[in-house]
């Protein structure tokens, strides 16, 4: 009898034990399942990088960014540091570089060797920091003046393009507005570039608030060229969802017609401190239920 007993009960603990394990386990998790993959582009909190990477990088990653897009590289480094010391950092703070920005303009015929070298050493770099793209950021002031010249960094593109590919790196361009307002002999200068650079070589980050600013619209461009757009830069006028102007529920259920991988958030005006204005767009994307 007393023997019953006692099996009774150490059955009745270990399953209790156990069950609670169970249930603290999955309280612990809950949270991390439900985190969305949303990435920071520096830029928006540039001032704070110039002043201490380690801190800013630390307080992103409070807040719940999975990655970065990066806005700070130069001579084969990542805001002054190795591109490995640059990769620990963020990983130390459970976020890894997914992207940068940054690249030249177009190379003058006699400093053509000397581009290439550049884009070499930039695209090891990245490749360092296991980085999956590599964007330009804007076009010289150039190519706005004649077609000649843009199609000319086209085919500059593509080239870089195939030298990110051999490393296993997408290379795309991000737009502004004026690439929406441009025209050059009959051909809008943001379709011309979509239509005379190579899909396989070179994709597209659409800003989705500087196309707007631009008067045209996210969904035409999915309808007219689906695929290309691997990117969003998820954009208001200052903090996300601040305006009432922007409506991104459509152009994120539109995703898989755009072929957008990824999507970063971009901040470049203020209503507050640059590190409060992130989080709350972060805030905004994590609670959207448009988002994943």
């Given at each position: 009898m007393k023997k019953s007993f006692f099996y009774g009960k150490a059955l009745f603990f270990a399953l209790f034990f156990a069950t609670c394990t169970s249930l603290i386990f999955s309280s612990c998790t809950t949270g991390s399942d439900n985190e969305k993959e949303i990435g920071i582009q520096l830029w928006s909190v540039r001032d704070d990088m110039k002043s201490s990477p380690e801190l800013t990088i630390a307080k992103l990653g409070e807040i719940g960014y999975a990655y970065v897009e990066a806005a700070g590289y130069g001579d084969g480094k990542f805001y002054g540091m190795e591109p490995s010391a640059f990769k620990a950092l963020?990983?130390?703070?459970?976020?890894?570089?997914?992207?940068?920005?940054?690249?030249?303009?177009l190379p003058k015929e006699d400093e053509w060797d000397e581009a290439m070298t550049w884009w070499e050493q930039c695209i090891t770099a990245h490749k360092e920091a296991a980085a999956e793209w590599i964007v330009k950021p804007s076009m010289g002031q150039e190519a706005y003046r004649?077609?000649?010249?843009?199609?000319?960094?086209?085919?500059?593109?593509?080239?870089v393009g195939a030298m990110c590919n051999d490393a296993g790196?997408?290379?795309?361009?991000?737009?502004?507005?004026?690439?929406?307002?441009?025209?050059?002999?009959?051909?809008?200068?943001y379709d011309y570039l979509v239509e005379n650079t190579?899909?396989?070589?070179?994709?597209?980050?659409?800003?989705?608030?500087?196309?707007?600013?631009?008067?045209?619209?996210a969904l035409d461009y999915f309808e007219k060229y689906p695929g290309r757009f691997e990117l969003y830069h998820v954009k208001d006028e200052k903090e996300l969802g601040e305006s009432g102007?922007?409506?991104?529920?459509?152009?994120?259920?539109?995703?898989?017609?755009?072929?957008?991988?990824?999507?970063?958030?971009?901040?470049?005006?203020?209503?507050?401190?640059?590190?409060?204005s992130v989080e709350k767009s972060y805030e905004f994307l994590n609670n959207a239920e448009y988002t994943e």
């Open positions: 963020l990983a130390k703070n459970g976020m890894s570089m997914k992207g940068s920005h940054t690249g030249i303009n004649s077609l000649d010249t843009l199609q000319m960094y086209c085919d500059y593109y593509n080239k790196i997408r290379f795309g361009y991000h737009n502004h507005a004026h690439e929406f307002e441009t025209e050059l002999d009959g051909h809008l200068f190579d899909p396989d070589k070179v994709m597209f980050e659409l800003d989705l608030y500087w196309i707007q600013q631009g008067g045209k619209s102007e922007m409506d991104f529920k459509p152009i994120f259920e539109a995703a898989e017609k755009a072929g957008m991988k990824d999507y970063i958030v971009e901040v470049e005006r203020y209503n507050f401190e640059p590190m409060v």
